[in-house]
Every structure is written in structure tokens, then in C-alpha cells.
């Protein structure tokens, strides 16, 4: 068998000529939390990113995707789970509620303006109007920076991603694939068919040098438990899943509102795991999610977990560390 371990001679001056070239890769994440404590997506990272169901794990991912097209990046986005065009469908719907909350005062709008209305085709005729005009600024903004593939009804496994990858390696600055369970595998042997997914796909990190952010689904939360945000051991499938990522992050919806605007939810962002930073797991952002517009805030508050995983507590300005930048602690 060929052994492709390469055995190097200590050479400082390389290593740091190396770091000098490939510090400057790093991707933001376009959501202030993750880039204050992580400091963004390195070109040879694999990013957990994992929710309980329900919870957001795919509008974050999309906000992640349309912040780094906006900073001219080219991200590929593996909808696995998703319906045909759902990914332009939330895009779409983004820009033009936007577009609509901004040139609409509330004395004026004539009908409940909501994403879910909106998949049903039950707006009102006259956000047709926002919806042409976001169509037209979607196409200007993410043509030929954003790639969405969907499942269907068609198999897609490991094999399938590799030779994608053969197509895209030159092109990709970012993948996020939505999500780990949605691979093909034999499911009597679960847990070691996701060992191998996960083990290849940071393989191909490493060899392409292209970063994944790859979503992973959590089991079914333990009410008796109830956690304010996931941890480690809530992640479906193999603990290998967290042991070769380099990144951890789950998020949380929180029954937190926003006291100037009732439209506003807090939705916890935990990282558990950042092979560069050390721990961040006992802290939380807070970071406030617009439900109108499906759009999250740049602006967050930072607190701590207390009670076992059942508590927390926001910090007073005083008790900010000096990474949350973007902290809001008032």
C-alpha cells in the first residue's frame, strides 16, 4: 500500500511564509458572533454547524452563503434536504421583504407580510411588485457566485460529491452542504457509514483546500434536561462527527424579544468547539432574528451559560471580553 505521509524537515521560515500567504483566506461569516470569537472560516476548515429541527440550521447557512457572494467569493450550497428552487425562494423572499418593511410605514400595509404566506402563495397582489424587484437584485447580487445543487429524488453519496469536486475544485471559495444525514449510506451500519462521509469529506478539506461548512442533525432534545443550547453529545451518529471538525456551532431559537421591536426573536449561537480559539462553549450570542424579514442583526448580546446547561446570564459591559466586538451589552 502507498504511503502518502509526507515527512518534513523543521523549517520555521516556510511554516511562517505559508501563514503570512494563507492568513489572508479567511472568509467572514457575515454574522458578527461567529466572526468575533471564531475570526472566520479558514481555507482548510470543516465547520459543524447543528440545530435541534426547526430551529434555523438552513437561514443561517443561507445568510452565511449570500454574505460571502456579497464579499466576492463563490460559494457552492448542497441543498440536499431542500425542495426544488426553495434556496432562490428564501433569497428571494429576503430582498423583497426587505425592500418592503423599509418603503412601507405600518399604517399603511394591508396585509400580514411573512415567509410561510409567502411559500404558499398567499400575499397580497401588490408584494409583487417588491418580489419582481428582488428577483431582478438577487440575479445582480449572486449570479455566478452562487451554485445550489439540489437532491430530488436522484442518490447522492460521498462518490457523487468527490466528482463534483473534480468540476469545482479551481472555482469553490466555499461549500455548505445541507445536511450530513441527507448522504446516501447503508443505514444498518449508520454509525459507520458516517464515520467514512465524514472522514472523507475532511480529506477532500484538506486536499482542495476549499472550507465546508457541513449542517448536522442533533437527536431529539431531553425535556427532562433542557438546555438552553445544545453540547457536543446531542449530535446523530458517531462522536466523530465533532472530533474531526474544527469548528463546532450550534444554535438555538429563544422565547427572547427584542423591547424595541416585538418582531424580533433572540436566537442563541454556541460554539463548542474551535480548534483555533480554544473554549468559547460556556458562552452564548444572543444574536436577534428579524421573522419578517428572515434576516439577522449585526449587533448581538453575549452571555453566560450557568446551572448545568439549564441557565444563563447576560454579562454586564464590564464582563465583556475583549473578542466580542460586536457585543451589545448595555
Not at 511562517?16 to 492568513?23: C, D, I, M, S, V
Not at 449561537?269 to 428572515?294: E, H, M, P, W
Not at 453575549?302 to 466580542?324: C, H, Q, R, S
Request: glycine share 4%; charged share 25%; proline share 2%.
Amino acid at each position: 500500500m502507498e504511503n502518502n505521509l509526507r515527512i518534513n524537515s523543521y523549517n520555521p521560515e516556510n511554516a511562517y511564509e505559508w501563514l503570512k500567504e494563507n492568513a489572508t483566506k479567511y472568509l467572514n461569516f457575515g454574522i458578527s458572533y461567529l466572526d468575533d470569537s471564531i475570526g472566520g472560516v479558514g481555507q482548510s476548515d470543516l465547520i459543524i454547524l447543528g440545530a435541534y429541527s426547526g430551529q434555523g440550521k438552513t437561514e443561517i447557512a443561507v445568510d452565511i452563503a449570500l454574505r460571502s457572494c456579497l464579499t466576492g467569493k463563490n460559494v457552492y450550497f448542497y441543498a440536499l434536504e431542500a425542495h426544488n428552487f426553495e434556496i432562490e425562494n428564501r433569497i428571494i423572499y429576503k430582498l423583497a421583504a426587505k425592500k418592503y418593511f423599509d418603503n412601507v410605514t405600518k399604517i399603511f400595509r394591508k396585509y400580514n407580510v411573512n415567509y410561510s404566506a409567502y411559500m404558499r402563495n398567499k400575499i397580497d397582489i401588490d408584494f409583487d411588485l417588491y418580489v419582481r424587484e428582488a428577483i431582478i437584485e438577487s440575479e445582480r447580487l449572486y449570479k455566478d457566485k452562487l451554485f445550489i445543487k439540489y437532491r430530488g429524488n436522484s442518490d447522492f453519496n460521498i462518490e457523487n460529491f468527490r466528482n463534483d469536486l473534480m468540476a469545482i475544485d479551481l472555482n469553490a471559495d466555499l461549500i455548505i452542504i445541507d445536511h450530513l444525514h441527507y448522504f446516501d449510506f447503508d443505514e444498518t451500519k449508520e454509525y459507520a457509514e458516517i464515520n467514512k462521509i465524514i472522514k472523507a469529506i475532511r480529506d477532500i478539506v484538506l486536499l482542495c483546500e476549499i472550507p465546508i461548512i457541513l449542517i448536522a442533525h442533533l437527536k431529539k432534545p431531553d425535556r427532562k434536561l433542557n438546555k438552553v443550547c445544545p453540547s457536543l453529545d446531542d449530535i446523530h451518529g458517531s462522536s466523530n462527527i465533532y472530533k474531526i471538525a474544527t469548528n463546532v456551532i450550534f444554535i438555538a431559537k429563544t422565547e427572547i424579544i427584542d423591547a424595541a421591536d416585538i418582531y424580533k426573536f433572540g436566537t442563541f449561537i454556541r460554539v463548542v468547539k474551535s480548534r483555533q480559539t480554544g473554549a468559547l462553549d460556556n458562552y452564548l450570542g444572543c444574536v436577534f432574528y428579524d421573522i419578517q424579514t428572515n434576516a439577522y442583526e449585526e449587533k448581538y448580546k453575549l452571555a453566560k451559560i450557568t446551572n448545568m446547561e439549564t441557565g444563563y446570564e447576560f454579562l454586564g459591559k464590564d464582563k465583556v471580553p475583549w473578542w466580542a466586538k460586536s457585543a451589545n451589552n448595555l
